[in-house]
T-cell receptor, first 111, second 110 residues
Framework: ELKVEQNPLFLSMQEGKNYTIYCNYS?????LYWYRQDPGKSLESLFV?????AVKQEGRLMASLDTKARLSTLHITAAVHDLSATYFC???????????FGKGTKLSVIP | NAGVTQTPKFRVLKTGQSMTLLCAQD?????MYWYRQDPGMGLRLIHY???????AKGEVPDGYNVSRLKKQNFLLGLESAAPSQTSVYFC?????????FGSGTRLTVV
């Protein structure tokens, strides 16, 4: 059974600082997703990572995937208040179309 | 192109009542999913479907039933609602690697 663990679950950071959210998964996965969710809203797709060593960047966010370590990271560079949201990672089991989600990281960026 | 549409958006039920949540997608996606989201729990898979006429159980299927009579629609039913089913329900669909989520249904069971 695929399990996905995110840490930290809560993150309060100052504007301008850098930080990383970690996503570990327990068994072989062939794809890893990062989503953003604002309060009361649906999930917004940020990144899809499909291969070992994959790195994707969009603005101040950069995601990477290490399939050997079963680890994905979401790095935040020079945080701004607009990045405040809850971030979820989700992994798809190899050969499966199901997604298993982590519990989410609630990020608060303080001016 | 509407994507994934969920109805209703909000609903309050009394314990023991029944209801059906509708998910409709217009992208010709084969795979459809129902998730529930509870505070601090992330999204948990209830049921899913890999094609018209097929359904399968996910992580938390108890108390729910589903049907996929048409490819574009995936229905989630609660036969006898319980307070533990108070949650936000999200529908999603996919064809390959991209998942599209609906806007959610906020259900309260009192």
């Amino acid at each position: 059974e695929l399990k996905v663990e995110q840490n930290p679950l809560f993150l309060s950071m100052q504007e301008g600082k850098n930080y990383t959210i970690y996503c570990n998964y327990s068994t072989t996965s062939d794809r890893l997703y990062w989503y953003r969710q604002d309060p009361g809203k649906s999930l917004e797709s940020l990144f899809v990572l499909l291969s070992n060593g994959a790195v994707k960047q969009e603005g101040r966010l950069m995601a990477s995937l290490d399939t050997k370590a079963r680890l994905s990271t979401l790095h935040i560079t020079a945080a701004v208040h607009d990045l405040s949201a809850t971030y979820f990672c989700a992994a798809g089991g190899a050969g499966s179309y199901q997604l298993t989600f982590g519990k989410g990281t609630k990020l608060s960026v303080i001016p | 192109n509407a994507g994934v549409t969920q109805t209703p958006k909000f609903r309050v039920l009394k314990t023991g009542q029944s209801m059906t949540l509708l998910c409709a997608q217009d992208m010709n996606h084969e795979y459809m999913y129902w998730y529930r989201q509870d505070p601090g729990m992330g999204l948990r898979l209830i049921h899913y479907s890999v094609g018209e006429g097929t359904t399968a159980k996910g992580e938390v299927p108890d108390g729910y039933n589903v049907s996929r009579l048409k490819k574009q629609n995936f229905l989630l039913g609660l036969e006898s609602a319980a307070p533990s089913q108070t949650s936000v329900y999200f529908c999603a669909s996919t064809k390959n690697y991209g998942y599209t989520f609906g806007s959610g249904t906020r259900l309260t069971v009192v």
